[in-house]
């Protein structure tokens, strides 16, 4: 048998088997979609610069759509100094050329399209970076940009001296005011000074602003995540805020955090989408980013005669750690489903400010939280790499590209969650042909990287792929859900889809061995389970059929240190999606 007519048998084969997997949702898509946040500059470099870009991630569409994911977000990647990694656009309708082009987004918005899948981007309007035509032109009061940002005169000390307009500080602990020498005025800056935030009480901005919205609206995005949504609007009379704790400056931010109008802009955008999705019947996804209380990030979502945000990113899960126990964990899962209507709910386990779920926790721990998150019900945003358990980087002060380290009062770095993606063993991890890549990849990757991790069954990778065919099933898209704490350890949910067929997920978030029985917490289960997928460090195996009743005083099953388990009342689903990955872990040998 040829290489070729191999491939085109696997690949064939595979699409067979998830047909009638991908055939069954009749919800909006965004409503159960898993998403893949992509760090542009750390996924692919396709020109050997060191950097990553769009090509890249064009090159490696396959292997995302491989993964089970439905939508792709992209992270900045508009024209910018740099200054915090692209969160610093000077240019809201362009790509910055270490990315590539406009010309090579449009071919990836098509190529996306065409493997079935959506595409949406980060959006960052809080403020632009001072290199921006827009800001230059304030600053010399040129119309109609001379109130596009917060101006204010300094506060008179006496006859020869004057100071900052008020006392409100940026995220970074020092004075958020800063002067130009050009307009002889402070300007405002919640972030970094080269950073100044919009003036979003002057109705021109929110005119500019709506036509970046459409820009990319009309080049195909299906969406966009709203970053820092939280900081939009300052209270218009400038007063002094309350003098700030030590611990959290958050408490005294009264005046320049979460303002009421915050909301109704982010409603305001909701309704261009909309008229976007009544053009063709196609909802375009509003995400917001907002690091806050569950009943603040309903607020956002609004009601049914005036929608805000599709989804809120509910980000609690990202500070799970070796002391969080399975009470943590169920407390965690109820603040977003007890609160939420179950279409936004979104869960979300690392991403590009916060620790990798490997570093964080354990790498014998990333099947089983991957286990949570993909299989609980609503939307999953997944963070590059977390499928392969990619790790924190550990880096030299020489390394460093981070100049923000992301502000109130953090003292970690960024850097080291946003490393290159491990594609092989080759030089540079298959990241880049270049000699030196913008950050280092780490060092394990000779071990921990896509090639080999595609031929093991038992991988990360592998594992996580048999979760995002199981996502697709009508019990984890439309099913009920119940949790439970059989032990202090040892968390458990089901997904339910009336008597035809019951999925229980149990993760041992403990670091010792755990005796359970499920059927004791959890009564109206079977008194045997097929195993459907175990962590890689599981003593029990895919296929097995396990007892999980301890009537009569018989044993059931031993969970070792931080292992997950899938156990299904069918084991119909089963043989279909080992089949799925037992054939493309066999292909990947085949043609290594």
């Known amino acids: 048998m040829s290489r070729k007519f191999f491939l085109f048998f696997c690949v064939c084969t595979s699409l067979h088997f998830s047909k009638e997997e991908s055939d069954s949702t009749k919800l909006d898509w965004w409503q159960t979609s898993l998403v893949y946040q992509i760090y542009p500059l750390s996924f692919k470099d396709s020109n050997g610069d060191g950097y990553g870009d769009l090509n890249g991630i064009y090159e490696k569409l396959d292997y995302i759509k491989d993964l089970g994911v439905t939508t792709i977000w992209i992270q900045p990647f508009s024209k910018s100094p740099m200054v915090d990694l692209g969160y610093d656009i000077s240019d809201f309708k362009s790509v910055d050329p270490v990315f590539g082009t406009i010309a090579d987004f449009k071919e990836l918005v098509k190529a996306v399209k065409n493997r079935g899948m959506k595409l949406i ?48 500080i940026s995220i970074f602990g020092t004075s958020a005011w800063f002067w130009s020498k050009t307009r002889q005025q402070y300007y405002y800056h919640k972030c970094a000074p080269e950073q100044p935030d919009l003036n979003y009480r002057n109705p021109k901005v929110i005119t500019e602003i709506e036509s970046v919205l459409r820009f990319w609206l009309d080049l195909g995005v299906d969406g966009f ?13 400038g007063m002094d805020e309350p003098k700030s704790s030590d611990v959290n400056w958050i408490d005294g931010w009264i005046y320049t955090w979460e303002q009421p109008e915050n909301i109704e802009m982010v409603k305001s955008w909701r309704a261009l989408l909309d008229a976007y999705s009544k053009k063709d019947g196609q909802t375009r996804l509003l995400a917001v980013e907002l690091y806050s209380t569950p009943t603040k990030l309903l607020e956002y979502t609004g009601n049914a005669t005036n929608p805000g945000a599709h989804i809120p990113f509910y980000f609690n899960l990202i500070f799970a750690d070796p002391e969080m126990h399975a009470f943590g964990v169920n407390t965690l899962i109820h603040q977003q489903t007890d609160i939420f209507p179950r279409s936004a709910n979104n869960w979300v386990m690392d991403n590009h400010d916060n620790k990798r779920l ?18 609980l019900p609503g939307l999953a945003s997944v963070y590059y790499g977390t499928e392969i358990g990619l790790d924190n980087l550990k880096l030299r002060s020489d390394q460093r590209k981070d100049r923000q380290n992301g502000g109130n009062g953090r003292i970690d770095l960024r850097d080291i969650y946003r490393g290159p993606m491990q594609w092989d063993d080759t030089d540079n991890a298959g990241f880049s042909t270049s000699d030196k890549t913008w950050l280092p990849v780490h060092p394990n990757y000779w071990r921990d990287n896509v090639k080999a991790q595609q031929q093991d069954p038992y991988s990360h990778l592998n594992i996580f792929k048999r979760l995002a065919a199981l996502r697709k099933t009508p019990v984890i898209m439309h099913g009920d859900l119940k949790t439970y704490v059989p032990k202090t350890w040892v968390f458990m949910f089901t997904r339910s889809l009336g008597k035809s067929e019951t999925i229980a997920v149990l993760m041992n978030v403990g670091s010792e061995s755990e005796e359970i029985c499920p059927k004791d917490a959890a009564e109206e289960l079977p008194d045997e389970m097929f195993v459907h997928t175990c962590s890689g460090n599981s003593k029990i195996r895919v296929g097995e059929k396990v007892r999980i009743s301890s009537s009569g005083g018989v044993k059931c099953f031993k969970m070792r240190p931080q292992s997950g388990l899938v156990l299904s009342t069918s084991s119909g ?14 292909c990947a040998k085949f043609l290594e």
């Open 121 to 168: 981007i980060d959006f960052v309007p809080n403020h632009t970076s001072d290199q921006s035509e827009w800001f230059k032109l304030s600053e010399q009061r040129t119309e109609p940009y001379t109130d596009f940002y917060i101006w204010r005169d300094g506060k008179k000390v006496n006859d020869t001296y004057t100071t900052y307009p008020n006392n409100w």
């Open 358 to 375: 490997r570093a964080r926790l354990f790498d014998a721990s990333v099947d089983s939280w991957n286990m949570l998150v993909l299989l």
């Open 225 to 237: 995540r709203v970053d820092a949504v939280q900081i939009l609007f300052e209270a218009a009379h």
């Open 573 to 586: 689903a089963l043989s279909t999606v080992s089949a799925i990955i037992i054939l493309l872990a066999f």
